[in-house]
């Protein structure tokens, strides 16, 4: 199982979605994901979480967390889908291969962003980690 970690600032819209459409479409790769923040807001957006409802995404697992609570875990590739994240990514125990890729933050937009943001994850973070990951 090849495992990845998506980071943003707040881990609460972009990394969240992230993370849920890797679990559901890349399960079937052996690749799971989790997610974290650097500054995390303890919460999940809930506009995230509706997108992410209506198109069969959600697990009640999902949780807004900080890096901390993560940093320890051995990862095969580390995302970062904003710059703030991309900044301040830290250095991790073991070596790990990181990559950038940012997305605008829906926080704090109506719906139609989150939307937005949900399509523009699947379609271009996706193909970019199963090509990172040699899939």
């Excluded at 303890?42 to 069969?56: F, I, M």
């Excluded at 993560?70 to 070596?95: G, Q, R």
């Amino acid at each position: 199982m090849k495992k990845v970690l998506v980071m943003c600032t707040g881990n609460s819209c972009r990394s969240i979605i992230a993370e849920a459409l890797i679990n559901k479409y890349l399960k079937r790769f052996d690749i799971e994901a989790k997610s974290c923040g650097v500054n995390p807001s303890g919460r999940v957006n809930p506009n995230a979480k509706k997108v992410l409802e209506e198109n069969g995404c959600w697990d009640d697992s999902y949780h807004s967390k900080h890096l901390n609570s993560v940093i320890n875990e051995e990862f095969d590739l580390v995302v970062t889908v904003c710059d703030h994240a991309k900044e301040s990514c830290p250095v991790f125990p073991k070596p790990v291969k990181k990559i950038h890729i940012g997305f605008a933050d829906p926080d704090g937009k109506d719906y139609k962003e989150f939307e937005k943001s949900f399509k523009e994850i699947k379609e271009k973070l996706l193909p970019k980690i199963k090509k990172e990951l040699n899939i």
